[in-house]
């Protein structure tokens, strides 16, 4: 069984006019190690599909299975959970917490069940020392340029080892040497740690250093063709 199946997805949300519908029968599936860029004007529910598959939210219908669990099934708690251990985030912003240090916002995800164990925080340590910040381990975001929060995101979103890493816009905020930088350690980390990445982008430069790239127009997903 592939590690992740999307089979049938569809998303409508209610208006004054009647259903409006995002997302009309979505379907495709991934192993651990490959890549997925998906690209598409705004407002054609890039983000919307980003966040049914990171089990943020339900579809109206279809279903998402990875690793063999449909997420939309589990009460919340276990829902929770899965999503914590086998999902990783990437925002447009890093989404950090400003009064927190950089390895404190590297182990938050690992604070479901109380303190950082020992081996979580030596993992964050060897992440941040991977994405060139084990010298601002202390630092608070604040003191950070925009593309080494996003170093820290990264390391963040891998800090539990998730199956499925979802990125949103990862460079969308970052001039181009920044972005390129950050596309080189994206690819990096995800030759590294083996998980499956999708990534949802404006940038076709990004884009096209993934295995795949769809696009996502009218609510239908499709390979993309020409420039």
């Known amino acids: 069984m592939p590690d992740l199946i999307v089979e049938n997805l569809t998303k409508q949300f209610p208006t004054r006019a009647g259903p409006l519908e995002v997302l009309r029968g979505i379907s495709f599936q991934m192993d651990r190690g490959d890549t997925l860029a998906v690209v598409g004007p705004s407002g054609s529910g890039k983000s919307t599909l980003l966040h049914i598959l990171g089990a943020l939210e339900p579809p109206s219908s279809g279903r998402v299975v990875l690793d063999g669990v449909d997420p939309a099934q589990l009460p919340p708690k276990e829902l929770a959970a899965f999503r914590n251990q086998k999902i990783g985030f990437v ?107 999708i990534v949802v982008t404006h940038s076709l430069r990004l884009a096209r250093r993934m295995h795949q790239v769809r696009q996502l127009d009218q609510g239908l997903l499709q390979e993309l063709t020409g420039d």
């Open 91 to 197: 925002f447009q912003d890093a989404c950090l917490l400003p009064q927190c240090t950089v390895l404190e916002n590297v182990l938050i995800p690992t604070l479901a069940r109380g303190s950082a164990p020992p081996e979580a925080i030596e993992r964050a340590k060897e992440l941040l020392d991977r994405v060139g910040l084990s010298d601002r381990l202390s630092s608070r975001p604040g003191e950070l340029s925009g593309g080494q929060r996003q170093r820290v995101a990264l390391a963040r979103a891998l800090i539990n080892r998730p199956l499925l890493l979802l990125a949103d816009e990862p460079t969308g905020n970052l001039d181009r040497t920044t972005a390129e930088q950050i596309t080189e350690l994206l690819l990096e980390l995800h030759r590294q740690e083996r998980m499956i990445l």
